[in-house]
């Protein structure tokens, strides 16, 4: 008698847990689901246009852009913020190297191309793969971000230093 009432008791305590679980699933996702990103960062499903000041249809949304002139060449960043967070950025950069610069701390990683085509993302904690046009999710410090890379195309030999000049587009979206 007592196991079946500590099972039925275990079994109900399961299911809340359960529609709990999905209710804040629901949650998160309505939360976040103005912001996409696939091959591109799409807000409310229209593209964001990196070369505007403003993203259409949101009124509290700032782009701005910056550019950093280094001797592998002129890195372009496009940031994102909405009411004044940080949101995402696209960059184009001249290195092998993505670095999301976030108000108290730049995380980054290197890039290199494996063998098979994968992409190796690393730094001393991570080691990540993908490829590119693939949206990968990314932990930073308890910060989750999603990051695709466009283009990637390495002008330095493999056993040059870190960093290295490379061809590297990518976008980044804090996701929490």
Request: charged share 20%.
């Amino acid at each position: 008698m007592s196991y079946r009432f500590i099972k039925a008791a275990l079994l109900q305590g399961a299911i809340i847990c359960l529609v709990a679980a999905c209710s804040q699933g629901a949650i998160n996702k309505a939360s976040s689901s103005e912001w996409l990103l696939t091959d591109a960062l799409y807000y409310n499903n229209k593209p964001v246009n990196w070369q505007q000041r403003r993203v259409n249809g949101c009124s509290t949304c700032l782009i701005q852009n910056d550019s950093v002139l280094q001797p592998e060449g002129i890195t372009r960043f496009y940031t994102l913020y909405k009411d004044g967070a940080w949101i995402a950025v696209q960059e184009q950069s001249s290195l092998n190297v993505i670095r999301l610069k976030l108000p108290l701390h730049t995380p980054y990683l290197y890039v290199e191309q494996l063998g098979n085509g994968e992409l190796k993302l690393f730094n001393q904690q991570h080691t990540y793969k993908t490829k590119i046009g693939e949206v990968i999710n990314i932990t930073f410090k308890k910060q989750l971000f999603s990051i695709v890379i466009t283009a990637f195309t390495l002008q330095d030999e493999k056993n040059a230093a870190l960093p290295r000049r490379a061809r590297l587009n990518y976008t980044a979206l804090k996701i929490k």
